[in-house]
């Protein structure tokens, strides 16, 4: 191909013989207690130099024939560091000290917000971050329910199988999720809540990072609300002798919520690392609190299979390839069975694939620091089994998508005060839908169109730049980017559609750094949404109709202003962002005719079209204090208001007021934390919200949950356990079709072998 001769081309070019290196030798310890800390990640910036500490905390680096080398020293639940090392002969190991942290507010690893590891602090960016620590400690079931209380992250659940998350007042194909950097969005991405963030396998997951408001530059369609990154975990390179390791976990839950379990092997040596696991869980239905009891049916089965790999060629050259299998059987959607008259209603099964290979060049052209080159292949099959009560018809509806994509990206340093990330990428998508109806004890089959024409395609090509400078007390960032997409539906029904979008859109941020612990924001991006498969093809049931294809749609866009702050101290650490947000051409459904009908079997016909434009105003607050060695005080808020300007009536599904509160308690090997989640009543509702069966008359009343966690880790075993809503609440997060967890207890063992 093209695009690979070019990259190798450049390879040629900008690559040297393997330079000359030294062996840096060190150690690794609390700061503390003085004991070594095992496992901890040492790598050189802005190259593919990297180890990690063996059981004594020892390691070996190699550097190279720079006069200094920037490395940063990173380890789960103490604060990454950065420093120079001097390329000098050693006579004793080099003594690095961690100091052990409760809490990352502003200084978590990232790289999401300019695809270059960064500190979150350092960054103009609204960011939300989950790291392996908290994932630890809280041994969530699932990604949804991992991010509930993550600030400025809405996570509603239509079945407890599903899971949506709304950032900024937007979610569906108006939110923009990633796996490792790779677009999990397809051209079949419905408008409003969907499943799919919980196809990713939660054993699997090593940090989630959630960028508010901002992603489209670097990462295209979709982001109007933000982007949500999940990082799986990878395996490191050890300089020692290689070594062979595993670890593995159990969960529990009462009530028969939940028993899984799941393990995993990873090798490590020099040059080569590779980690493999699998996952299997058995989900039990929902026992809600309050009086509601059991919502059956709500559970199902779930098994993950997971393997990466890293590969040194030379000394700049490295390659990662990795393969993410998920499926999910026997799904159901509880509030259709027990609200909208249906006696089956299943996604079984529903299933999430993805393979891809990065080839990264670490360059001493400075225009050319680092080259990736990315390639990928995911499928994502979906089937839906239905059958309503008093009827004998049995319906499956089946969805493929198969998407490939290839990226080209440089990371330039033009100098100490300038860098940018420059790229070019290609994703192509191929629809396959079918739809099949039978009688009930019969196996004859009859055959229809799918929810979508089947062999519909959409392709996205586009070119993006983003650039940072630095000033004495001022930092600048810029970027724009061009997208063109191609869209086909060829339908024998409702007739063909041919569409060709395309959409330009920027950034800019200013920051104010008074000082090293200090960040002053001012930012304003444009972000757009390309109309996909979905939108100009469907025919099928939603919340509250039926819809119709849409033949002339462009892309929905928005632009938006911010205002935000950060302060980051070893006692301190504050987050503050407010935030105005125009959305125009947005893509919505308005009522339609089917056959010169305003219904069609029952329910009302709509169809979509570029008609409203609306308003979010928004605050996001977190914060961080150490109020002792032991004990910190965690909590965020963040408050939203949607206008529809069109009706001059509420925008649908805002999420209410919402926080969280919680008191951390940290010390060697053992954590305990008091947690307490809240949401005020949303009574302020649109026509939607109205019509929508999920949302009670009157809205969805306000909550307040209350939950216990405690951990204890005895050398390479960590025991956790949670008492979830202790008073027992009955509850219901806004839009959702299932109710939260009543009085519950979990338990979870994690060991780690070698």
């Known amino acids: ?5 070019i990259v190798f081309l450049i390879l040629f070019v900008f690559s040297t013989m393997q330079l000359f290196s030294q062996s840096f030798f060190g150690i690794v310890i609390n700061s503390e207690d003085k004991s070594p800390i095992e496992n901890a990640n040492i790598s050189v910036l ?20 720079k006069n200094l080398n920037l490395i940063r020293i990173s380890c789960v639940g103490f604060a990454t560091i950065e420093m120079e090392v001097p390329l000098s ?24 917000a300019s695809k270059n590891e960064v500190v979150s602090f350092d960054s103009p960016d609204a960011i939300t971050v989950l790291d392996a620590e908290e994932l630890t400690n809280n041994s969530p079931r699932s990604m949804a329910e991992a991010l509930i209380g993550a600030t400025g992250v809405w996570m509603q659940k239509t079945n407890h199988g599903g899971g949506s998350p709304f950032i900024r007042g937007l979610t569906g194909n108006q939110t923009l999720l990633l796996v490792d950097g790779i677009r999990l969005n397809n051209s079949t991405f419905r408008y409003g809540p969907n499943q799919y963030f919980n196809t990713i396998d939660i054993f699997s997951v090593d940090q989630v990072e959630t960028v508010r408001g901002k992603g489209s530059v670097l990462f295209g369609s979709d982001a109007l609300g933000g982007v949500i990154n999940v990082i799986t975990r990878s395996p490191e390179f050890l300089h020692a002798n290689p070594k062979l390791s595993g670890r593995g976990k159990v969960k529990y839950m009462n009530k028969d919520m939940e028993y899984s379990g799941a393990g995993e092997l990873a090798f490590r040596s020099k040059n080569f690392s590779v980690l493999a696991n699998t996952s299997y869980k058995d989900f039990g239905d929902i026992y809600a609190g309050g009086d509601l009891g059991y919502q059956r049916p709500s559970g199902y089965t779930e098994t993950g299979v ?3 790999g890293k590969l040194r060629l030379i000394d700049n050259i490295q390659i990662t390839s990795a393969y993410q299998y998920l499926i999910q059987n026997e799904v159901p959607r509880y509030d259709q069975v027990a609200e909208r008259g249906y006696k089956t209603y299943l996604f079984d099964p529903q299933i999430h694939r993805l393979f891809y290979t990065k080839l990264f060049f670490y360059g001493e052209n400075p225009y050319f620091q680092k080259v990736t080159l990315n390639y990928s292949n995911q499928i994502s099959d979906e089937t839906r089994k239905k059958q309503k009560e008093n009827s004998s018809e049995i319906t499956t509806e089946t969805d493929v998508v198969k998407t490939n994509g290839l990226s080209l990206e440089t990371f330039s340093v033009f100098s100490t005060k300038w860098n940018a990330v420059t790229g070019i990428e290609f994703y192509a998508d191929h629809v396959n839908s079918r739809k099949e109806i039978r009688e009930e004890g019969s196996t004859e089959v009859s055959t229809e169109r799918g929810l979508y024409p089947d062999n519909s395609t959409m392709k996205n090509l586009a070119v993006f730049t983003q650039h940072t400078l630095t000033f004495k007390i001022l930092e600048m960032q810029l970027g724009g980017r061009y997208n063109k997409s191609f869209l086909n539906s060829d339908d024998d029904e409702f007739g063909n559609v041919e569409l060709k979008p395309d959409a330009l859109v920027g950034n800019i941020a200013l920051s104010f750094l008074p000082d090293k612990k200090n960040r002053i924001i001012l930012s304003a991006n444009s972000a757009f949404r390309a109309p996909n498969i979905n939108d100009i093809s469907s025919f099928g049931s939603f919340d509250y109709g039926i819809e119709i294809p849409s033949k002339n749609l462009s892309p929905e866009k928005t632009i938006s202003l911010e205002l935000g702050y950060k302060r980051k101290t070893d006692q301190f650490s504050f987050s503050f962002f407010t935030f105005y947000t125009r959305l125009k051409d947005q893509i919505v459904r308005v009522p339609a005719q089917y056959n010169g009908s305003d219904y069609y079997e029952g329910e009302k016909v709509y169809t979509k079209k570029n008609v409203a434009k609306s308003n979010i105003f928004g605050i996001e607050a977190e914060s961080g204090i150490k109020l002792s060695p032991q004990f910190s005080l965690i909590n965020n808020i963040t408050w939203l208001y949607g206008e529809d300007l069109e009706n001059d009536k509420p925008m649908r599904r805002i999420p209410p007021l919402n926080g969280k509160i919680a008191l951390r308690y940290s010390k060697s090997k053992l954590f305990g934390e008091t947690e307490f989640l809240f949401a005020t009543k949303q009574d302020r509702l649109s026509d939607g919200d109205i019509d929508d069966h999920r949302i009670p008359d009157g809205g969805t009343p306000g909550w307040t949950v209350l939950n216990l966690k405690a951990g204890y880790t005895l050398k390479n075993v960590s025991f956790h356990a949670a008492i979830q809503n202790i008073f027992n609440e009955a509850y219901r997060i806004h839009g959702s079709g299932v109710d939260g967890y009543g009085r519950s207890l979990w338990l979870s063992l994690l060991f780690e072998i070698g």
């Open 46 to 65: 802005n190259s593919n130099r990297g180890t990690s500490s063996d059981s004594d905390g020892n390691f070996e680096l190699e550097l190279s024939n």
């Open 1 to 5: 191909m093209i695009v690979i001769r």
């Open 306 to 308: 997971n393997v990466k």
């Open 89 to 112: 002969p050693q006579s004793d190991k080099f003594v690095i000290k961690l100091n052990p942290t409760s809490f990352q507010l502003n200084k978590s690893i990232i790289v999401t």
